[in-house]
T-cell receptor
Framework: AQKITQTQPGMFVQEKEAVTLDCTYD???????LFWYKQPSSGEMIFLIY??????QNATEGRYSLNFQKARKSANLVISASQLGDSAMYFC?????????FGEGTQLTVNP | GAGVSQSPRYKVAKRGQDVALRCDPI?????LFWYQQALGQGPEFLTY????????KSGLPSDRFFAERPEGSVSTLKIQRTQQEDSAVYLC?????????????FGPGTRLTVL
C-alpha cells in the first residue's frame, strides 16, 4: 500500500518570502509519480507540479519547485515569492496503479 | 466550459435516502475517478473508469455505493440508504490518457450532508 505523510498541519509565511512544505512517501512501486495539488477554500483541486520517479532533475513550474530526494522518499514543495493568493490547503499525492493516494494536507497562510 | 463539472454542488439528504451525484469529465478524457474527501482530510480513492469499464472499485466503502459510466463519458455515483458517515465532499477527476502519470483534472466537488 502507498502512504503519504505531511507532517505540517499548518504553516505561516510572510508575503514575498519562500516556504517549503514537507512530504514523505512510501510506495513499493518501482516507478511512480508525485504530485502536488492546491485546494483553496472554494474547494477545487488545482494541479501544481509533477515529478516522475525516474526524472533526474527536480521539477519546476513557475514559482513552484519540487525538492525530490528519492533515497529519502521525500518530495517537498518549495513556493518562492509567496503571494496572498497562495493561502490554501496543499496536498501531496503519489500514484498507486492509476489512483492517487493523498496526504492529509498542509494549510498554508500567507501574511501581508 | 472546458473543465470537469459536477452536479449538484450541494446536496442535503435525510438518513436513508438515496442520492445520485453526476460528473461530466473533460471531453475526450479516457479515465475518470471518484474520490471522497471528509472534512479536514485528503481525498480518498473510491473508483476508477477507463472509458465505460470500471477497472477498480476497491475504494467503495460499502455495497451501498455504486458508480457507472455507461457511455464512457458522464458518470454517476449513487449512494443508497445514506448514512451520516457518508457526509463528505465527493470529487470527480478525469485524465486524458490511461498512462498513470498524466495529471488528473478535478471538478469542484459535490458536498453531501446527511442529516
Amino acid at each position: 500500500a502507498q502512504k503519504i505523510t505531511q507532517t505540517q498541519p499548518g504553516m505561516f509565511v510572510q508575503e514575498k518570502e519562500a516556504v517549503t512544505l514537507d512530504c514523505t512517501y512510501d510506495t513499493s512501486d518501482p516507478s511512480y509519480g508525485l504530485f502536488w495539488y492546491k485546494q483553496p477554500s472554494s474547494g477545487e483541486m488545482i494541479f501544481l507540479i509533477y515529478q516522475g520517479s525516474y526524472d533526474q532533475q527536480n521539477a519546476t513550474e513557475g514559482r513552484y519547485s519540487l525538492n525530490f530526494q528519492k533515497a529519502r522518499k521525500s518530495a517537498n514543495l518549495v513556493i518562492s515569492a509567496s503571494q496572498l493568493g497562495d493561502s490554501a490547503m496543499y496536498f501531496c499525492a503519489v500514484t498507486s496503479g492509476s489512483r492517487l493516494t493523498f496526504g492529509e494536507g498542509t494549510q498554508l497562510t500567507v501574511n501581508p | 466550459g472546458a473543465g470537469v463539472s459536477q452536479s449538484p454542488r450541494y446536496k442535503v439528504a435525510k438518513r436513508g435516502q438515496d442520492v445520485a451525484l453526476r460528473c461530466d469529465p473533460i471531453s475526450g478524457h479516457v479515465s475518470l475517478f471518484w474520490y471522497q474527501q471528509a472534512l479536514g482530510q485528503g481525498p480518498e480513492f473510491l473508483t476508477y473508469f477507463q472509458n465505460e469499464a470500471q477497472l477498480d472499485k476497491s475504494g467503495l466503502p460499502s455495497d451501498r455505493f455504486f458508480a457507472e459510466r455507461p457511455e464512457g463519458s458522464v458518470s454517476t455515483l449513487k449512494i443508497q440508504r445514506t448514512q451520516q458517515e457518508d457526509s463528505a465532499v465527493y470529487l470527480c477527476a478525469s485524465r486524458i490518457h490511461r498512462v498513470k502519470d498524466n495529471e488528473q483534472f478535478f471538478g469542484p466537488g459535490t458536498r453531501l450532508t446527511v442529516l
